[in-house]
């Protein structure tokens, strides 16, 4: 059965790994160019939109730029740059800033503002924009884009003029080969679905290779851990799983910003592996988040109690699952984010619908934080003897929603949280001393020396006894009552459980009666005393009735009788 979840929970991952892993690839097929002869420029989201060349939104210009230099178109490249230069020194600078940026500028092509007014608010001036900063040698180096009036094409985002100056000295900076140029030529130019095949085989081939790399890297320092502890005479526990999958893939993440920063790749192959990158490092922390979350329910499961287990077992599963889905809920929203899908109208809907969610399910959210409350507070466990109510039995199970009691009839009653956090609950198992507190009403004839014999008696009998706590023991004659009169007896008894008191409280009652029995007493019942007269025709009449036949009244009505 272990065996069969882990398969499903690996199958779970692997569908969520592949649909994240699905994300980056789209997201580059849109930023790469398509194939022809001609640059495609992107399509403005304006409806006002009269530049061909779609240069209305900063994100337009970059990408509309970086397609017609891949493509060797140079005289449509000039086209996105502000300078007066013209003829072959324009398509000369255009190659260079084309260089440049492949090469230097920072793979964050998403984050490019899409609205013709750029991205608010901005530090620099509303007509201005940097898409990026570069390292040269004199220095950071703006990347700045400027928004400039062209007549007929309306306002269009161009590369600024100050910006192109300082790109000469930057491209005499370079002296990074591309990695691109070290390849086979049909792994660069054979492209499926618009990216190089290269990328297809260190995505299909290179990283399911680090990740076994990763793999033995745990495995051998595992060993070496444990040979370090032998010779120190503390030895491991043995393991040959290495590194848990989270970690391997953040390995595997590391090794290739390391190696993208280390190798020169092209604008497009940094933007491709940086959002690899991106979606491996998230997945990774989704997914160690949640393996420390499901050791933290178990190392507190393993601390509690056996009495309360089942209780705070349902209130820690409850969290566990609330927290991974907290993390599992920001994970997406840092993916989203990193696309720039704005899911703050998502949310929105979300709230409306969570409102009408616990409207509807009022009774059932009343009962888990009824729930919830009695788990915390510890006012019930599993095993106690409880009175709910007119409800008297065991607590066989406290749930989230509902509490299951057998009762002294074995049936079983279940009871809503909701309820029973509103009642009054009286645990009987949960007292440490049991009140042994009998009433002895004695016959109305005992006289005054014969009820001193008896209270004596009942003390003696229970200091003597070894379950009765002596300092609470109160024997006293309290009242001469309309049958009887009558002896209060109160004492504690430390009972191990309730067949254990009723034993103890056995013993106790019949060594009382053989007390009342030696002192020549009698237990009194209910009765009543009758007085006959005889009426003027000689008829005898009762003209009394009073409580307590004693034995002297019985004698002198069975004289009357015999007059």
């Avoid at 086209?79 to 500028?105: C, H």
């Avoid at 220095?139 to 400039?148: A, M, N, S």
């Avoid at 287990?309 to 993916?335: E, K, M, N």
């Avoid at 004839?445 to 002596?470: K, M």
């Amino acid at each position: 059965m272990a065996l069969s979840g882990n398969s499903l929970r690996l199958r779970w991952w692997i569908h969520l790994a592949a649909w994240l892993l699905l994300l980056p690839l789209s997201s580059f097929a849109e930023v790469q160019p398509q194939n022809g002869s001609k640059a495609i420029p992107p399509e403005s989201k304006t409806e006002t939109s009269t530049d061909t060349l779609g240069r209305e939104t900063p994100r337009g210009t970059v990408l509309g730029f970086l397609s017609a230099a891949r493509k060797g178109n140079a005289g449509i490249a000039v086209l996105y740059l502000n300078t007066p230069l013209r003829g072959p020194k324009a398509e000369a600078l255009a190659r260079q800033l084309a260089i440049v940026l492949d090469r230097r500028l920072p793979a964050r092509l998403n984050t490019l503002s899409d609205e013709p007014e750029g991205m608010l608010p901005d530090r620099l001036n509303p007509d201005e924009e940097s898409i990026g900063t570069i390292t040269t040698a004199g220095g950071d180096l703006d990347i700045v884009l400027q928004r400039v009036d062209r007549g007929k094409a309306g306002r269009v985002w161009l590369f600024s003029q100050e910006t192109l100056n300082a790109i000469p000295r930057a491209y005499e900076d370079l002296n990074q080969t591309d990695i691109e140029e070290l390849l086979p030529a049909f792994l660069v130019r054979t492209r499926i679905a618009t990216i190089p095949l290269f990328q297809w085989v260190g995505f299909f081939f290179g990283l399911p290779f680090l990740y076994w790399l990763a793999g033995v890297l745990g495995r051998m320092l595992d060993l070496a851990a444990r040979r370090v502890g032998r010779r120190l005479g503390r030895p491991l526990p043995r393991s040959s799983k290495g590194f848990p999958p989270p970690i391997r893939l953040l390995l595997v993440a590391l090794t290739i910003r390391l190696v993208v920063s280390r190798i020169s790749f092209s604008l497009l192959a940094r933007q491709f592996w940086s959002t690899i990158t991106l979606i491996i490092g998230i997945l990774s922390c989704v997914w160690l988040l949640i393996l420390i979350n499901g050791l933290a329910e178990r190392v507190v499961l393993n601390r509690l109690p056996g009495q309360s287990l089942s209780g705070h077992s349902a209130v820690l599963r409850l969290a566990r699952r609330l927290i991974d889905g907290i993390v599992l809920f920001a994970g997406l929203l840092f993916t989203l984010y990193h696309f720039g899908i704005n899911p703050t109208a998502a949310l929105a809907g979300l709230g409306v619908g969570g409102i009408a969610v616990a409207l509807a399910a009022q009774k059932t959210l009343e009962n888990v934080v009824g729930g919830i409350s009695i788990i915390l507070d510890q006012a019930v466990h599993v095993g106690d003897t409880l009175k709910v109510g007119e409800t008297i039995g065991t607590i066989e199970e406290v749930g989230l929603r509902s509490t299951r009691i057998r009762t002294l009839d074995r049936t079983l009653v279940t009871i809503p949280n909701g309820q029973l956090a509103s009642l009054s609950l009286e645990t009987l198992s949960a007292r440490d001393k049991f009140w042994f507190h009998p009433a002895i009403g004695l016959r109305v004839e005992t006289n005054p020396e014969q009820i001193r014999i008896i209270l004596a008696g009942i003390v003696d009998v229970l200091n003597q006894h070894p379950a009765v706590d002596n300092p609470a023991t109160r024997v006293q004659l309290v009242r001469l009552g309309t049958f009887s009169l009558d002896v209060e007896v109160s004492a504690y008894i430390d009972a191990r459980d309730w067949s254990h008191f009723l034993e103890c409280q056995q013993q106790l009652l019949l060594r009382i009666m053989q007390i009342i029995h030696d002192a020549g007493a009698e237990m009194a019942f209910p009765s009543q005393t009758l007085y006959l007269a005889k009426d003027t025709s000689g008829n005898l009449t009762d003209i009394l009735s009073v409580p307590n036949l004693g034995k002297r009244e019985s004698e002198d009505l069975a004289d009357s009788k015999s007059a």
